[in-house]
């Protein structure tokens, strides 16, 4: 079978769902990859490098003639569900709880489609194909490098000929994948780094990344399975905002992660603890996408309230494209073996594997999303 991958057609989108080294892999699994002209350019993976791998380079007119599946990043548009033939599979990021529209678009066209955000996370051989997570390490990494582009000192601490510095404080709202990365790279940046989650287990992973937990002082556990967080009650919830409007007060930095699956960013920072921070401290707001975890948040933009810088880019991880690339086409690679056991360059949509079952939200123009709850060992 054929492999294409178009070029991303979301406004700034510089990710690409291929690289050179997947190119030969999936070469090697028995598959011809073709790729659009310039398709990789935004990540750095240019015409050459990608057919020197074996891919043919061809126009976007040919690629959705002549392919039998489709790598991509982002969720296709209606004017890319409109190039794309009839029973092609379609491999990329779907969000179907949020394209109805979309869904059904694709469906009518008797595609195959397979959901990267749909991988099931807690299934440990899934791991590998998870995007979710290279995704959101990126970003978490991303963050706190447009953190510290916008915050006019250092991060770390030193001592100099022209004086002591003391060291950055950073407190990252949210430690689940992406506010790990934000406090290793932090931590490793040589930065004083706190942590809250609401989730008490992620309390040994925060400690063992070289950052303090700080508890809020309220009894509830915020657990609400599959390694989620809930909406948190009330009594917890003013608890939480005291301690935020705390340490507000004394970090230069703020790196908010918080999500609930399903619900809206819930809101941690106020426009009056963004007041009471000290004039040059930045703010990045991971769940800017989502309504924001600061109700001074703009999407997409940097913005300098009382002298506090609020970053709400969207595009964390394609502002790292060639990285994000690499890793993005790593996981379709390791989804692709996992459909080509054979490995005779076709694909076979198993719905009795429960990983693929999960992954699988549209089979033969029928919607097979939402799939049925995992039964975990
Ligand atoms: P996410 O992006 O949904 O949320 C980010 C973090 O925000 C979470 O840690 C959440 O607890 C926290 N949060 C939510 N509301 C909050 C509030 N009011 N205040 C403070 N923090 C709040 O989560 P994610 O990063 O996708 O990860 C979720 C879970 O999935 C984690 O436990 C992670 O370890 C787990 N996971 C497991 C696997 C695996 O086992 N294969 C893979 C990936 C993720």
Redo the contacts with the bound molecule.
């Keep these: 079978q054929r492999i294409g991958i178009p070029k991303e057609t979301f406004t700034g989108e510089k990710r690409v769902a291929i690289s050179p080294d997947v190119v030969e892999k999936l070469i090697k699994l028995g598959f011809a990859v073709q790729v659009e002209t310039g398709a990789g350019e935004g990540a750095s993976f240019y015409d050459d490098a990608l057919a020197a791998a074996g891919a043919k380079i061809v126009s976007a007119a040919e690629l959705y003639a002549s392919s039998d599946i489709v790598f991509k990043v982002r969720e296709p548009d209606l004017n890319d569900v409109a190039k794309l033939k009839d029973g092609t599979t379609l491999i990329s990021f779907v969000w179907p709880a949020q394209n109805p529209e979309l869904m059904k678009a694709l469906a009518a066209k008797k595609l195959t489609v397979l959901a990267m955000d749909c991988v099931p996370?807690?299934?440990?051989r899934?791991?590998k194909m998870?995007a979710?997570?290279s995704m959101?390490g990126i970003g978490g990494y991303r963050a706190v490098i447009e953190a510290a582009n916008a915050f006019g000192r250092y991060f770390n601490g030193q001592i100099t000929a022209a004086g002591k510095i003391p060291p950055a404080k950073v407190f990252i709202?949210?430690?689940?994948?992406?506010?790990?990365a934000a406090i290793g790279t932090s931590v490793g940046l040589g930065a004083v780094v706190r942590a809250?989650?609401?989730?008490a287990?992620?309390a040994d992973?925060v400690k063992s990344m070289g950052a303090e937990f700080i508890k809020v002082d309220y009894e509830e556990e915020?657990?609400g399975g599959?390694?989620?967080?809930k909406?948190?009650s009330e009594g917890f919830?003013k608890a939480?905002r005291e301690m935020y409007a705390k340490q507000a007060k004394d970090v230069d930095i703020i790196i908010t992660?918080?999500?609930?699956?399903g619900k809206p960013a819930?809101r941690?920072i106020t426009a009056e603890m963004v007041a009471s921070m000290k004039p040059g401290s930045v703010i990045v707001d991971m769940a800017a996408e989502r309504g924001g975890n600061c109700e001074l948040t703009e999407p997409d933009k940097a913005v300098v309230k009382n002298g506090v810088t609020i970053i709400g880019y969207t595009d964390l991880a394609s502002r790292l494209a060639k990285q994000s690339s690499t890793l993005y086409a790593t996981n379709l690679l390791r989804l692709t073996e996992e459909l080509c056991k054979a490995k005779d360059g076709q694909i076979v949509v198993n719905m009795e594997d429960d990983a693929i079952r999960g992954f699988t939200v549209i089979k033969d123009g029928e919607i097979t999303w939402p799939p049925p709850p995992l039964k975990l060992p």
């Design positions: 996370r807690l299934l440990s899934a791991q998870d979710l997570t959101a709202a949210g430690a689940g994948v992406a506010g790990l809250n989650d609401t989730r287990e992620v992973q915020g657990s599959g390694g989620y967080a909406v948190m919830q939480q992660t918080a999500l609930i699956p819930p941690l």
